[in-house]
Structures are given as structure tokens and as C-alpha cells.
């Protein structure tokens, strides 16, 4: 039988273990210290609920009943019994590399009163400023590069909840909101804010401190649908109130403070305010903090959106089955200041948006990768889905992907590596099997940049690139065309390959394991299909035949 010259486009011939088997081990990324919000964070799972939903399903947070204590104030933390605690959970888990610290609003409740002059307002806000930042300072000088991020509070809401519960003078926080002098919600939410904003300036200019001021957060996404029970009255819809501070002569609604059936409290959230709250932690600073040692926005609008077979280009990010149009995104990333080392992971992290029938986010789901682009230019177009990529294959999904507004992160295969090249181009098509019936459209951080996908590295040793062909591989495929079975004989280790079969318009048909110098194709269609290597002597294609 003549033999043939594989310059194959997809046989990966690589050990079947270097595969990610998509499974994770999460660790604690996150030590929770702080009162009881940092107490009720705990029980309701808030931090690892919303990592998971932003597709950091594999960090997740520590505490304890000693860390995260009801009532906790800033001098509690001060005393050896917590800070031995704090300084033994750094040790016991070294994977830790954020300190959530929520301390400083039991000072306040506690000890302020609108009798005050301001003169004593501003030493009791200096007097607790300073705690703080004692605090501070100890872990920082336990671990120095450890990051601590200050989650501060939102508006409270003592006069509406106690003064409609049927409670009244019984409900058990009206001894604190009388202690106060039963203050309006300016008046408590003014001392909030100039309280907040001392740690802001504090983390604005110190290393590895951070805050977000987000008081009005709540406002914001639950809205104020039924009118105030309470003076000053009147209602607002959902998403009208501008952050941070929304409105502060409101309180944070009723509706997302925590429910006791009887009546609900004054200043601790339900389970969705606390997801509300970390969730937009999480879009200010958490979602990139935890990215690795390089991080890539998708680049721009016009470099990213979606192509379909019958020639349509569009900025929206589709992908799969719509309105019979098979639909796949492409995302583009400059690596310009990407390090010239090696890689030990790369992950795509992507948000939903919207969802239209069965979803195409599946352990089906196809990435193609491009080293600069695809097609004749960076510029989208329909040829794109046609030119050969890199290489391609499936990735680990991780996430929740439960509903519209969760984020996937989506693990690229080992073998994409050696295409993510230091200060060039890379594109990426994220294509859905034809079978599946249904589309995502995912967030392209045209209205919310936050919402941008992005690309994660992480470096690890440098690799051996691949890209350069060999003219001494020599592989066999016989018969072409074929019935139904191909053999292969190569002086190239065939054993443990991945081998990949494409038809005529990129679609992938056939992903297998080769045991055996042999392949049954007798499933698949008659037509004209490409087969794929990497190896590590060179990038490889031919075209099979099957009758």
C-alpha cells in the first residue's frame, strides 16, 4: 500500500493522563473573620454560593465560630484568643490568600447616639478607625502579602421594620435602636458612610488592603416596589438608585433583611442580600483578584461576537442552535504583556446571559484555538470557521451555570499551551454540537465591561512548542477512501493518540483514543472528513475519504 504523508490537522498524540479528567479540588481561598454578618455569611455559604456562580468553583472560604462571632467588635480582635486563631488558620491552611474581614458596625451600633456632638462623633469614629487598622496590621504583619479586603455594610433598617412589626417595643432590636436615640435613616446612615469612608482612604492608599463602597447596594437590586412603611414614604423600582450611596435618607429595603417569621431584622441580610452583597464584591475586585499570574480581557466589541454558517456576523457572543442558524463565538485576546515562560493552566472564564431552549454549555462543547487569528485578518468574518485552528477540543466546565447572570470557567486542554504566545494574538471559537437545540447569547462587556470574558494563565515550566513541521513523521492511512475501517503504520508512537475527525465545514464528528493501530469510521457519513495531530514532532493533516 503507497504510503501517505500525514501533515494530519487533529491526531493528538499525547498520553491519554495528560487530559484534564475535569475534576477539581477546591481549597480555601478565603478566611472569613469579622461579627455576625461574617457569622451569617457562614451559615448561609455566601462566599463559596457566589464563587461558584462567577466560575471560581474551586476556591471556597474557612471559618469558624470563633473566627466569625455574633456581636464581635473591633477589640475583640485585638485580644490573643483571636488573633492565635487567625495566626493558626493561616498555618493550617496555606492555600488562604484573602482575609474577608466585616468588623467595626457592632462599634458603631453600640456606642454612637444622635445626642452626640460632632465633635464626639468624630472621636468615636477616629477610636474605632484606629482598631481597625490595629487589626489590620496584625495580619499584615503576620503574613505581609496577604490581601485583606474590608467588605464594610449597607444601609440598616431600624425604623421601618421596628416601628411596623407587630413587636413594636418587644422586637429584640429595639433596645439598640433606642440606645441610639432612635436615629433617622440619614442620621445612621450618614455615620455609616463617613465611617466607610475612612477605611476607603486607608485602603486606597495601602498595599494589599482593599474596599468596595457599595452602602446603597441593596437599594439598588431589590428596589423599593411598595411604598416605605414609614416616613419618608414613597417607592423606587429595582435598579434605579445610582451606586454606591443610592438614596440615604432610605434605608436598605425591608424585603432584604433576614426573615424570623414573626418580624425581620434591622441590619443582618437575607440569604439573597448576602449573595447580593459578595456577588457585587466579587464583580469589583474578588472576580480578578483571583485570576492568576496573567490575566487577558477579550480585547474589544468588534473582535469578539459570533459567526454562523449561513454567513452572518454579529458583536452579540451566540452560541449554538437559533432560529435554525448554528451559531459560534469568538473571542479574541492581545497577550502583549504576556510573560515568555511556560504554562500550567489557562481557563476562559464567560458569562450568561441569556438562555433560549437546552443549553449548548456541555461536556460537548468544542473550543477551537488560533495562534494571532484566524481567517485572513483579526477581523471577524465568516471564512473564520472554515480555517484550519491550532488545535482543538473539549474543555472542563466549571461553575454553576444554573441560570442567566452565572459564569462558566471553561479549562483548556494542556495541549492548547504552546499556541499562547507572549506578545501576540490568540482567538478562540466556542462551538455547540448541531444536535443540541438551543443558544446562549453570553455577556460581551458592551454595556457592563465587568462582564467582559476573560483569559486566566497560570505559569508553570515552558513547554516544547509544536508548531513546526517535520518532514521525517511518516504515517500510513490506508485504505483512502475507506468503507469504514483505517489502519495506520508510523514511525511515530500511535499508542494513547487522540485522534479527531472533521467534516468539510470544521465540524467535529469523531474524538477517540486510539488502543490500536486500527479506526472504525463505519458510523459516520460518506463525505470528505480531515484527521488532526499534535505531536511532539510537528503539526500534521490529511484528508480521508469515506464512501
Known amino acids: 500500500m503507497k504510503k501517505l504523508l500525514l501533515t494530519f490537522i487533529l491526531i493528538f498524540c499525547i498520553s491519554t493522563q495528560s487530559f484534564s479528567q475535569c475534576a477539581e479540588n477546591p481549597q480555601p481561598k478565603v478566611l472569613l473573620v469579622g461579627d455576625s454578618w461574617a457569622f451569617f455569611m457562614s451559615v448561609d455559604q455566601t462566599i463559596n454560593t457566589v464563587f461558584s456562580k462567577w466560575g471560581h468553583s474551586d476556591c471556597t472560604f474557612y471559618t469558624n465560630l470563633t473566627l466569625a462571632e455574633n456581636g464581635a467588635e473591633t477589640d475583640d480582635f485585638l485580644t490573643p484568643a483571636k488573633q492565635n486563631e487567625i495566626l493558626a488558620k493561616l498555618d493550617e491552611y496555606p492555600s488562604i490568600e484573602f482575609i474577608h474581614l466585616s468588623i467595626g458596625g457592632n462599634d458603631a451600633l453600640g456606642d454612637w447616639n444622635i445626642s452626640y456632638t460632632q465633635e464626639q462623633t468624630d472621636t468615636l469614629i477616629e477610636d474605632i478607625s484606629q482598631r481597625l487598622l490595629d487589626v489590620i496590621s496584625f495580619i499584615k504583619n503576620a503574613r505581609p502579602n496577604i490581601k485583606i479586603f474590608w467588605s464594610g455594610y449597607v444601609y440598616p433598617n431600624f425604623g421601618e421594620v421596628i416601628e411596623t412589626s407587630v413587636l413594636g417595643e418587644n422586637h429584640p432590636f429595639f433596645g439598640t435602636w433606642d440606645g441610639m436615640g432612635q436615629p433617622t435613616f440619614q442620621q445612621i446612615n450618614d455615620i455609616l458612610n463617613v465611617f466607610s469612608h475612612r477605611a476607603e482612604v486607608y485602603a486606597d492608599t495601602t498595599d494589599n488592603v482593599d474596599y468596595v463602597s457599595c452602602p446603597g447596594l441593596l437599594q439598588y437590586t431589590f428596589g423599593q416596589p411598595d411604598p416605605l412603611g414609614v416616613l419618608p414614604a414613597g417607592s423606587y423600582p429595582a435598579f434605579t438608585q445610582p451606586l454606591p450611596f443610592g438614596d440615604p435618607s432610605y434605608p436598605s429595603p425591608k424585603e432584604s433583611m433576614r426573615d424570623y417569621g414573626i418580624t425581620k431584622d434591622c441590619f443582618h441580610l437575607s440569604p439573597k442580600g448576602y449573595r447580593d452583597f459578595i456577588g457585587y464584591h466579587t464583580q469589583k475586585y474578588y472576580h480578578k483578584a483571583l485570576m492568576h499570574d496573567f490575566y487577558a480581557v477579550a480585547d474589544s466589541v468588534p473582535l469578539n461576537g459570533s459567526l454562523s454558517a449561513n454567513g452572518s456576523v454579529s458583536e452579540l457572543l451566540r452560541m449554538g442552535e437559533l432560529n435554525s442558524g448554528n451559531y459560534a463565538s469568538v473571542l479574541t485576546f492581545n497577550l502583549a504583556t504576556l510573560a515568555d515562560t511556560g504554562i500550567a493552566k489557562a481557563s476562559i472564564f464567560i458569562r450568561r446571559?441569556?438562555?433560549?431552549?437546552?443549553?449548548?454549555?456541555?461536556?460537548?462543547?468544542?473550543?477551537?484555538?488560533?495562534?494571532?487569528?484566524?481567517?485572513?485578518?483579526?477581523?471577524?468574518?465568516?471564512?473564520?470557521?472554515?480555517?484550519?485552528?491550532?488545535?482543538?477540543?473539549?474543555?472542563?466546565?466549571?461553575?454553576?451555570?444554573?441560570?442567566?447572570?452565572?459564569?462558566?470557567?471553561?479549562?483548556?486542554?494542556?495541549?492548547?499551551?504552546?499556541?499562547?504566545?507572549?506578545?501576540?494574538?490568540?482567538?478562540?471559537?466556542?462551538?455547540?454540537?448541531?444536535?443540541?437545540?438551543?443558544?446562549?447569547?453570553?455577556?460581551?462587556?458592551?454595556?457592563?465591561?465587568?462582564?467582559?470574558?476573560?483569559?486566566?494563565?497560570?505559569?508553570?515550566?515552558?513547554?516544547?512548542?509544536?508548531?513546526?513541521?517535520?518532514?521525517?513523521?511518516?504515517?500510513?492511512?490506508?485504505?483512502?477512501?475507506t468503507t469504514g475501517q483505517l489502519n495506520f503504520n508510523s514511525n511515530l508512537p500511535l499508542a494513547n493518540c487522540v485522534v479527531q475527525l472533521h467534516d468539510i465545514t470544521g465540524r467535529l464528528m469523531l474524538s477517540t483514543v486510539l488502543t490500536a493501530n486500527n479506526l472504525d469510521i463505519a458510523t459516520l457519513p460518506a463525505g470528505v472528513y480531515s484527521l488532526q495531530v499534535i505531536a511532539a514532532k510537528g503539526v500534521f493533516n490529511k484528508k480521508i475519504v469515506k464512501n
Open 353 to 481: 446571559e441569556e438562555l433560549a431552549g437546552e443549553t449548548p454549555i456541555n461536556s460537548a462543547m468544542q473550543v477551537k484555538i488560533k495562534a494571532g487569528y484566524f481567517g485572513s485578518s483579526i477581523a471577524l468574518e465568516t471564512a473564520d470557521l472554515l480555517a484550519q485552528p491550532s488545535a482543538q477540543g473539549t474543555p472542563c466546565i466549571f461553575g454553576t451555570n444554573q441560570n442567566d447572570g452565572d459564569w462558566v470557567r471553561l479549562e483548556l486542554p494542556d495541549y492548547f499551551y504552546p499556541y499562547l504566545q507572549a506578545g501576540n494574538w490568540v482567538q478562540f471559537i466556542l462551538e455547540a454540537p448541531t444536535a443540541t437545540s438551543g443558544s446562549v447569547l453570553f455577556s460581551n462587556g458592551s454595556t457592563e465591561p465587568d462582564f467582559s470574558p476573560v483569559l486566566d494563565i497560570t505559569y508553570g515550566p515552558k513547554t516544547v512548542g509544536v508548531a513546526e513541521v517535520k518532514n521525517d513523521v511518516l504515517v500510513d492511512v490506508y485504505p483512502n477512501p
